[in-house]
């Protein structure tokens, strides 16, 4: 962190911005309001029913959440549960049974360590996760019971599920109450059926290792599949049910939390002769690049498909790219060759095909394709300029459910007919005054980082900037790290509000600077592994100091006004930004962000102990360890029951401000986790970080290139 902390003095005292001038300061205008631009529905969780040609999702249409369906052949769609409150409690996990009648959903959000639930309206009569099922014709949802992890048996007469880490199950009609199946040490989940539903493979996770188990339900009896010390998971059947494949990942104890990890001991994919229990090594990973794991999304990231082929993810080539190889073994062919990124990915019902999508061409958007699982030339279903994410197949193989964005059209369900013919699934649920029209295009462009790099980022332009202008500007940072922004509405809900604001502080006529920064997804995995990243020296530091001297380079950027704002690790930069170039960045926005890596990793590994130099070495990647610099004001946000940034994060960063006299507002939300679950919230948040910019960096009127 040496030469971070030289580099940022050093830029501080060359590119030391100028002070405010003496036009007098005039209201900032009021855009379009961030309510309106947030108005329509965001959907999420496309699924195909595996037969009648059913597709459902979820909808959350200003925090009321329901789940909308459509069918063949006419595919009009229709609500079908009738929520009406921002309540935060979150709908996901749908899951049909065989024969389509019926659809199971989870509603509410999983425990936090203390076993709370989410609760973010702070009812006095808590809150709970739990399970409940619908008729797909229409009814009352009826509860289950509390859990999550759905899984149907092929016959449609029972469902099993997790509880408290113990497998549960119930029959599908309700006529008895959930009752535990069978017993194991640690957390069982992952829970698959074997096609005749005879046996259930699931997985044991037991901290530094985990197991792949079958449970016979006529025998009443586990076997294990090749125990280890490794970590077993993603367990899928092969057609015929003798057979069961999964992934075994090496054991570690290397602390890689936030740090790089280009290679390490290699992953494999394994297959168990299951009334045996022997395995055998039916594909490794080559030393080098691609030797650790990177999944997509995707409800199995080993897939088994047609002609006894292995479908899984391998990054071999820099790219998480799709391969095949035969069950029985041998080499893997390359699926979908190029230099790009496949993040979505789902089989066709007759597992001759993939659907899947990647920013192949395009590399800030995501456009979906179709190959054959043996190989061959992969085909475009679409292209253009919008985002299209989530394909679900219907029964019939050819028809496709998916979602769609563009950079002034929001998130719509989409459907595609097996003529080619597509259309919106439900247009009726954007709003008649949606003020598409008022918001801008970004565009691509890229900036070179302090020490060098060159970084994507995408530039919001007011729609009214006249040339010789000079504007306030603001810099967002996404969170993760794990994260691209798109050219558009993001397939993220988190992001869709966030590009969304970006959207906002442009028409509210701000310059916006979004920065895809190191450690990122979508460009290879050299950019996101980047070296000396996160924990281990925080070197995409060099890209925040990168994107405020861009921006101070701009004709059309007042120096004295350039603000930035993040959440989680967004807001990790953020704090970073501001403790280590003040003199650069005027105001901040911290939204729920990580301030010391030795806390922030303990968060997510209780267990954390690193050596003496490596909790030094992640002290001095932190922004705690610059806070004696830190001069600008900062507006800090966040909700105490964050499950992903402890709430102690913030505090401690207050105090320090309050001590060293930096100007802290802080805006809290009581029982709030760290996505926030209530609509009103995330209102809330927007407006105060507009309005913090509109006071710490008020307009001044019109100033011209060549001077106040």
Same mark, same amino acid.
């Given at each position: 962190?040496?030469?971070? +902390?030289?580099?940022? /003095? %050093?830029?501080?005292?060359?590119?030391?911005?100028?002070?405010?001038?003496?036009?007098?300061?005039?209201?900032?205008?009021?855009?379009?309001?961030? &309510?309106? !631009?947030?108005?329509?529905?965001?959907?999420?969780?496309?699924?195909?029913?595996?037969?009648?040609?059913?597709?459902?999702?979820?909808?959350?249409?200003?925090?009321?959440?329901?789940?909308?369906?459509?069918?063949?052949?006419?595919?009009?769609?229709?609500?079908?549960?009738? #929520?009406?409150?921002?309540?935060?409690?979150? /709908?996901?996990?749908?899951?049909?049974?065989?024969?389509?009648?019926?659809?199971?959903?989870?509603?509410?959000?999983?425990?936090? +360590?203390?076993?709370?639930?989410?609760?973010?309206?702070?009812d006095p009569a808590g809150a709970e996760q739990a399970i409940w099922r619908v008729a797909v014709a229409g009814g009352t949802p009826a509860r289950v019971g509390v859990g999550s992890g759905v899984s149907v048996s092929p016959s449609g007469d029972a469902i099993v599920f997790?509880?408290?880490?113990?497998? =549960?199950?119930?029959?599908?009609?309700?006529?008895?109450?959930?009752?535990?199946?069978?017993?194991?040490?640690?957390?069982?989940?992952? =829970?698959?059926?074997?096609? &005749?539903?005879?046996?259930?493979? =699931?997985?044991?996770?037991?901290?530094?290792?985990?197991?792949?188990?079958?449970?016979?339900?006529?025998?009443?009896?586990?076997?294990?599949?090749?125990?280890?010390?490794?970590?077993?998971?993603?367990?899928?059947?092969?057609?015929?049910?003798?057979?069961?494949?999964?992934?075994?990942?090496?054991?570690?104890?290397?602390?890689?939390?936030?740090?790089?990890?280009?290679?390490?001991?290699?992953?494999?994919?394994?297959?168990?002769?299951?009334?045996?229990?022997?395995?055998?090594?039916?594909?490794?990973?080559?030393?080098?690049?691609?030797?650790?794991?990177?999944?997509?999304?995707?409800?199995?990231?080993?897939?088994?498909?047609?002609?006894?082929?292995?479908?899984? *993810?391998?990054?071999?080539?820099?790219?998480?790219?799709?391969?095949?190889?035969?069950?029985?073994?041998?080499?893997?062919?390359?699926?979908?060759?190029?230099?790009?990124?496949?993040?979505?990915?789902?089989?066709?019902?007759?597992?001759?095909?993939?659907?899947?999508?990647?920013?192949?061409?395009?590399?800030?958007?995501?456009?979906?394709?179709?190959?054959?699982?043996?190989?061959?030339? *992969?085909?475009?279903?679409?292209? $253009?300029?919008? !985002?299209?994410?989530?394909?679900?197949?219907?029964?019939?193989?050819?028809?496709?459910? #998916?979602?769609?964005?563009?950079?002034?059209?929001?998130?719509?369900?989409?459907?595609?007919?097996?003529?080619?013919?597509?259309?919106?699934?439900?247009?009726?649920?954007?709003?008649?005054?949606?003020?598409?029209?008022?918001?801008?295009?970004?565009?691509?462009?890229?900036?070179?980082?302090?020490?060098?790099?060159?970084?994507?980022?995408?530039?919001?332009?007011?729609?009214?900037?006249?040339?010789?202008?000079?504007? *306030?500007?603001?810099?967002?940072?996404?969170?993760?790290?794990?994260?691209?922004?798109?050219? $558009?509405?993001? #397939?993220?809900?988190? #992001?869709?509000?966030?590009? %969304?604001?970006?959207?906002?502080?442009?028409?509210?006529?701000?310059?916006?600077?979004?920065?895809?920064?190191?450690?990122? /997804?979508?460009?290879?995995?050299?950019?996101?592994?980047?070296?000396?990243?996160?924990?281990?020296?925080?070197?995409?530091?060099?890209?925040?100091? $990168?994107?405020?001297?861009?921006?101070?380079?701009?004709?059309?950027?007042?120096?004295?006004?350039?603000?930035?704002?993040?959440?989680?690790?967004?807001?990790?930069?953020?704090?970073?930004?501001?403790?280590?170039?003040? &003199?650069?960045?005027?105001?901040?926005?911290?939204?729920?962000?990580?301030?010391?890596?030795?806390?922030? /990793?303990?968060?997510?590994?209780?267990?954390? %102990?690193?050596?003496?130099?490596?909790?030094?070495?992640?002290?001095?990647?932190?922004?705690?360890?610059?806070?004696?610099?830190?001069?600008?004001?900062?507006?800090?946000?966040?909700?105490?029951?964050?499950?992903?940034?402890?709430?102690?994060?913030?505090?401690?960063?207050?105090?320090?401000?309050?001590?060293?006299?930096?100007?802290?507002?802080?805006?809290?939300?009581?029982?709030?986790?760290?996505?926030?679950?209530?609509?009103?919230?995330?209102?809330?948040?927007?407006?105060?970080?507009?309005?913090?910019?509109?006071?710490?960096?008020?307009?001044?009127?019109?100033?011209?290139?060549?001077?106040?």
């Amino acid at each position: 962190m040496t030469l971070l +902390r030289t580099a940022a /003095i %050093a830029l501080a005292v060359a590119f030391a911005c100028v002070g405010p001038g003496s036009t007098p300061a005039l209201a900032q205008r009021a855009g379009v309001p961030i &309510d309106a !631009i947030l108005s329509a529905p965001y959907p999420t969780s496309m699924t195909a029913a595996p037969s009648s040609g059913v597709f459902a999702w979820v909808q959350n249409d200003k925090g009321v959440r329901n789940i909308w369906v459509a069918a063949a052949p006419d595919y009009q769609a229709r609500q079908l549960t009738q #929520y009406d409150a921002d309540d935060g409690q979150d /709908i996901g996990g749908l899951t049909f049974t065989p024969d389509a009648a019926t659809l199971f959903y989870v509603r509410g959000g999983g425990a936090n +360590r203390a076993g709370d639930m989410p609760n973010p309206t702070s009812d006095p009569a808590g809150a709970e996760q739990a399970i409940w099922r619908v008729a797909v014709a229409g009814g009352t949802p009826a509860r289950v019971g509390v859990g999550s992890g759905v899984s149907v048996s092929p016959s449609g007469d029972a469902i099993v599920f997790g509880r408290r880490g113990q497998a =549960f199950t119930a029959p599908v009609d309700g006529s008895s109450e959930p009752a535990q199946l069978f017993t194991v040490r640690a957390n069982a989940g992952s =829970f698959t059926w074997s096609p &005749d539903g005879s046996k259930l493979a =699931f997985v044991s996770n037991r901290g530094d290792h985990a197991f792949v188990g079958v449970y016979d339900s006529a025998a009443k009896r586990v076997a294990w599949m090749s125990p280890s010390v490794d970590r077993d998971n993603n367990p899928v059947w092969s057609p015929d049910g003798r057979r069961l494949a999964f992934m075994r990942t090496p054991a570690s104890s290397e602390l890689n939390f936030f740090a790089p990890a280009r290679e390490g001991r290699p992953w494999s994919i394994m297959i168990a002769d299951v009334a045996t229990g022997s395995v055998e090594t039916a594909w490794a990973a080559d030393s080098g690049t691609g030797s650790v794991f990177r999944g997509i999304v995707t409800a199995d990231q080993i897939m088994w498909g047609a002609d006894d082929r292995i479908v899984f *993810p391998w990054e071999k080539t820099g790219w998480t790219l799709l391969y095949s190889v035969p069950a029985s073994g041998g080499t893997a062919t390359l699926l979908t060759p190029g230099e790009f990124e496949v993040e979505y990915a789902t089989l066709t019902p007759d597992k001759r095909h993939v659907i899947y999508n990647g920013n192949l061409g395009d590399i800030e958007r995501r456009d979906l394709f179709r190959v054959a699982v043996t190989g061959g030339a *992969p085909t475009p279903i679409t292209r $253009g300029e919008w !985002i299209e994410w989530q394909p679900a197949v219907a029964s019939d193989g050819s028809t496709i459910a #998916y979602l769609r964005s563009g950079a002034r059209r929001p998130a719509h369900a989409m459907i595609r007919l097996a003529s080619g013919d597509e259309r919106p699934l439900a247009p009726e649920t954007l709003p008649r005054d949606y003020p598409e029209q008022r918001l801008v295009q970004p565009t691509s462009v890229t900036l070179t980082a302090a020490d060098g790099m060159q970084i994507p980022a995408q530039l919001f332009l007011p729609s009214d900037l006249r040339a010789g202008e000079k504007r *306030p500007a603001v810099i967002f940072f996404h969170g993760g790290s794990r994260r691209q922004m798109v050219l $558009g509405f993001h #397939y993220s809900g988190y #992001y869709n509000g966030t590009y %969304a604001m970006n959207q906002h502080m442009a028409s509210k006529g701000y310059v916006v600077l979004a920065v895809n920064y190191r450690s990122g /997804i979508g460009y290879g995995m050299e950019f996101r592994e980047a070296l000396n990243y996160g924990a281990r020296g925080a070197s995409e530091v060099y890209d925040v100091l $990168g994107a405020g001297l861009y921006l101070r380079s701009r004709a059309d950027v007042d120096p004295s006004r350039i603000g930035l704002w993040g959440g989680s690790y967004g807001g990790f930069l953020t704090a970073h930004g501001l403790a280590q170039a003040s &003199d650069l960045f005027a105001a901040g926005v911290d939204l729920h962000g990580v301030h010391d890596w030795n806390v922030g /990793i303990r968060t997510f590994v209780p267990s954390y %102990a690193p050596s003496d130099s490596l909790r030094r070495l992640a002290f001095n990647s932190s922004p705690m360890a610059y806070i004696d610099r830190w001069r600008s004001p900062v507006l800090v946000i966040h909700g105490d029951d964050d499950r992903n940034v402890s709430f102690s994060e913030t505090v401690t960063l207050v105090e320090a401000l309050r001590e060293r006299g930096v100007e802290v507002e802080q805006l809290i939300f009581p029982d709030e986790v760290h996505g926030f679950l209530r609509h009103d919230n995330w209102l809330t948040a927007y407006r105060a970080t507009a309005d913090f910019f509109d006071r710490k960096m008020p307009s001044r009127g019109t100033e011209r290139a060549n001077g106040r």
